[in-house]
């Protein structure tokens, strides 16, 4: 079965580092999507992207994040300078295209991110 | 505004029992869809059911069944005969389609536990 595959599955860094998360959709998918989930918590909308731009994002997408495909394959989220509160695992989805609500996501395994 | 309540936080039951994981919804669309997500210990995010807001008839899949009711706007979920498999934090989550949302709404989801 295609999925959706996800590195680093985890990832340690200093506060104020860069850090960029990789994602490889399926490949007939069109919509890409990151989500968020802080240890316990429920997971949260950041980010989808289709047709090699941002259509929707969250609050929590401030300017220390960016999304982008740059090969046309890896879908990647970059935050720009790490603060502790970014410690999450996050998960790529995607979806083949159709109606926006009828979204069966299918997700990646998760990249968690630990900031020290 | 789109909500998602999960009042349980946590269950435990011992295995063969039946358990159900309630999910209550808010929203102002007549239009929807709602989800039912596993999260095993390994962490990916495991897509069990979606449901759009026309269907209201109630679906079996093995063991798992779902009871949707408009009338008090909850999606809930039975698993029967549980097994120490089933273990896991489940999610309900909401899509609207009038809006022309992208992203799933999460509820707090429920940690499942069954017991040999």
């Known amino acids: 079965e295609p999925e959706v595959t996800q590195t680093p599955s985890h990832q340690v860094t200093q506060m104020g580092q860069e850090v960029i998360l990789r994602c490889v959709p399926i490949?007939?998918?069109?919509?890409f999507y990151w989500y968020r989930q802080i240890l316990g918590q429920k997971v949260e909308f950041l980010v989808s992207?289709?047709?090699?731009?941002?259509?929707?994002k969250s609050e929590i997408f401030d300017d220390q994040f960016s999304v982008e495909r740059p090969d046309g394959s890896n879908f990647t989220l970059k935050i720009r300078s790490t603060k502790l509160e970014d410690s999450a695992m996050y998960f790529c989805?995607?979806?083949?295209?159709?109606?926006?609500?009828?979204?069966?996501?299918?997700f990646g395994a998760g990249s968690r991110l630990t900031v020290l | 505004a789109q909500k998602v309540t999960q009042a349980q936080t946590e269950i435990s039951v011992v295995e063969k029992e039946d358990v159900t994981l309630d999910c209550v919804y808010e929203?102002?669309?007549?239009?929807?869809?709602l989800f039912w997500y596993k999260q095993p210990p390994s962490g990916e995010l495991v897509f069990l059911i979606r449901?759009?807001?026309?269907?209201?008839q109630n679906e079996i899949s093995g063991r798992y069944s779902w009871n949707f009711q408009k009338s008090t706007s909850s999606f809930n979920f039975t698993i029967t005969a549980s097994q120490v498999v089933d273990s896991a934090v489940y999610f309900c989550?909401?899509?609207?389609?009038?809006?022309?949302?992208?992203?799933?709404?999460f509820g707090t989801g429920t940690r499942l536990t069954v017991i040999p």
């Open positions: 989805a995607t979806r083949y295209r159709e109606r926006a609500g009828a979204n069966v996501l299918t």
């Open positions: 490949s007939n998918h069109l919509y």
């Open positions: 992207f289709y047709n090699n731009e941002i259509s929707e």
């Open positions: 929203t102002r669309d007549t239009t929807y869809y």
């Open positions: 449901r759009n807001s026309f269907d209201e």
């Open positions: 989550a909401l899509s609207e389609d009038q809006t022309g949302a992208n992203n799933l709404f």
